[in-house]
DNA sequence: GCAAAAGTGTTCTATGTACACCCATGT
DNA sequence: ACATGGGTGTACATAGAACACTTTTGC
């Protein structure tokens, strides 16, 4: 049934793709509670010190005009990461490949979607690069939100439950920050103490103290590695220059000073 | 480009009926592109001083003979918790309702399941209740399984890929005990610090200080109150009684040695 | 020299660890 | 009395926070 059925109406983002109801392929009738199931992706970014959300303003019809998480309908037979990929590929322009990709939780509430119920798969992504604007590589109604700024007056309206979605990924990162490595994924290699500093500080959302985070950073064992060359200055003294440590967890953890913590 | 590009390949959403085998009502014919949805849950609960987790030998057809984590086909319409509550309620006969219940993540993968896919998402769940067996109040090819013992010589042979999931669910708990006060979720209240430390040596494996965790849990405010009352005694000094505190997150939290650590 | 960012030293405090010791009960 | 688990005291080690200071570049 349904195998292969090719939806006329586009592929609306915000993770769904249509399958026409009323399409002789597709036998079952609404009411019969079909579930579709789609993939959407938390990109995320550091762009000019915000930790940034790759958001896509929605052309068609359920909740046009709002903004959207960029995702894909799940593929006969595919893997929830596969369509992660194509979803970040698809929206990402030519942005490049994410450095990470993971699993984030499932959103399944009933009236997510209007009308039908679409089960959705969230992932969160991490783009490399901390300096870049980097906003002239995306399509048309696609730009980078920073987290901050969906609070703000000129707030986007986020599509469906994609604001949960939003909140759920930047919590799981923030929260990984502290006792993974995750954090060197965020830059290009090689990277200075201070381009790392800036991933928590972007991240977390408030400054790290540059002397003490330098020490923490370079005495948890397999964090960074040193190069032994320094970078090219741009002003003040020269740094250093790492590459990314063998290990994925850190010891100690790089912990957020109290209250807020995570999941 | 844009996201409304990629329109090519069919959109065939990923349509849903009843997966479970065991159940007769189920209309949906195999060898369909059709993905089935269905919940496994990790039920877990400490007895004797081992984590175990509450597995079924199969009977019917796939896999017939090994252990399966409790399981249920998503009914149409129906929340992903409800149908993880029905699972653990099908498998627990009268051992009651667990007192924590959260999503673990999607297993996917093509093949794990034998002739048709079936995607799962995964729960985790804890029972409370630290000494009792409580083995006669399963059902027949129900057992507790000390999770130690599923490396052992006479250890089950799990059924699909529940042996990953199982994994999952205890490394998740296991993280959970640090920074979370999950661990009173795994005890009748009132309950003395003694019987919270019998959770986290259970669940981590491995001996506690008596005194030092003692301090630790009463200076982490919030995370247990004092009643006033005491213990009846068995042997020994009488324990002072405790209820659970208000606060989920645990500042400072109760970090686990060193190398092994999550997720 | 000055500004700016990198990098080092030092002090104070919070938290974790080890271990000795006392307490309250049943037998 | 003494065995047993509950509970306290204390000293030491480690990690984080604060802050002063030095280093190396561009201008």
Redesign the interface.
């Known amino acids: ?7 006329k109406s ?2 609306t ?1 915000g993770g ?4 026409d109801p009323k399409t002789p392929e597709n036998p ?1 009738p609404e009411a ?7 993939v959407d992706v938390v990109v995320l970014r550091i762009i000019g010190g915000q930790l940034s959300v790759l958001l ?1 303003r929605r ?2 019809k359920p909740h046009r005009g709002r903004w959207a998480l ?1 995702g894909e ?5 595919e ?2 990461v596969s369509a992660a990929r ?1 979803a970040v590929a ?2 990402g ?1 030519s942005t490049g490949l994410p450095n990470h990709l993971e ?1 984030l ?2 959103f ?3 009236d997510r979607y209007p009308k039908r ?1 679409v ?1 959705s ?1 969230a992932f969160v992504a991490l783009m490399a690069g901390i300096d870049e604007s980097a906003d002239g590589l995306l ?4 730009r980078w939100w920073p987290i901050g700024d969906l609070e703000g007056v000129d707030r986007p309206e986020l599509a469906f439950d994609h604001r949960s979605i939003v909140d759920a990924g930047v919590e799981r990162v923030r929260s ?1 920050l502290e ?2 490595s995750l954090a060197t994924r965020c830059v290009d290699e090689p990277f200075t103490i201070g381009d790392l500093r800036q991933v928590y500080e972007a991240v977390w959302g408030f400054p790290q103290p540059a002397a003490n985070f330098r020490r923490k950073v370079l005495t948890t064992p397999g964090f960074v590695e040193a190069t032994g060359r320094s970078a090219a200055v741009s002003i003040g003294r020269p740094a250093e220059l790492y590459v990314r440590g063998d290990i994925a ?1 850190l ?1 100690p953890a790089m912990l957020r000073p ?2 807020d ?3």
Do not use: C, W
Request: glycine share 14%.
């Open positions: 049934m349904a195998a292969k059925k090719k939806s586009g592929p983002v769904v793709r249509n399958p079952v019969s509670g079909l579930t579709a199931l789609s896509i052309g068609e960029p309908a799940l593929e006969t037979g893997r929830l194509r698809v929206a322009g699993q939780a499932a399944d509430h009933p119920r089960l798969f399509g048309e109604g696609t990984k006792y993974t967890l010891h109290s209250g913590r995570r999941r």
